[in-house]
């Protein structure tokens, strides 16, 4: 088996960071959690090993999810990143659309189908 997958969630629901350890358990995956944008990207700077995905939530105090991925992407983030959210509207979509989000899947979610399209999309 080859080395695990680092993901980094982004999410500042505590039961939505819970879940997810569950849905990506070692040894397959590496789940780092930061309960904000502020938080990831203070890992990201501080973490010489990048994360191959960041999964994050929109809806977040002081930075939001289209603020945090417009900040990795001027930070070259070469990862996959993926949005999990609620409540997307047409215009928040339109942003990650530009900013070449490669999935947004909408909360609730479905862990099987969570787990299954994070798998396709690193493959």
């Given at each position: 088996?080859?080395?695990?997958?680092?993901?980094?969630?982004?999410?500042?629901?505590?039961?939505?960071a819970?879940?997810?350890?569950?849905?990506?358990?070692?040894?397959?995956?590496?789940?780092?959690?930061?309960?904000?944008?502020?938080?990831?990207?203070?890992?990201?700077?501080?973490d010489?090993?990048?994360?191959?995905?960041?999964?994050?939530?929109?809806?977040?105090?002081h930075?939001?999810?289209?603020?945090?991925?417009?900040?990795?992407?001027?930070?070259?983030?070469?990862?996959?990143?993926m949005?999990?959210?609620?409540?997307?509207?047409?215009?928040?979509?339109?942003?990650?659309a530009?900013?070449?989000?490669d999935?947004?899947?909408?909360?609730?979610?479905d862990?099987?189908?969570l787990?299954k399209?994070?798998?396709l999309?690193?493959?």
């Amino acid at each position: 088996m080859g080395a695990a997958l680092k993901i980094l969630a982004v999410d500042d629901e505590p039961s939505i960071a819970a879940s997810l350890h569950f849905i990506f358990e070692r040894p397959r995956y590496e789940l780092t959690s930061a309960c904000d944008a502020d938080d990831a990207l203070a890992l990201l700077s501080a973490d010489p090993a990048p994360f191959d995905v960041i999964i994050t939530d929109n809806n977040m105090p002081h930075v939001s999810g289209v603020e945090l991925v417009r900040e990795l992407r001027e930070r070259s983030f070469g990862g996959k990143i993926m949005v999990l959210s609620a409540h997307l509207t047409a215009e928040i979509r339109e942003s990650y659309a530009q900013m070449n989000v490669d999935v947004i899947l909408d909360k609730p979610f479905d862990i099987h189908e969570l787990r299954k399209t994070l798998d396709l999309l690193v493959a």
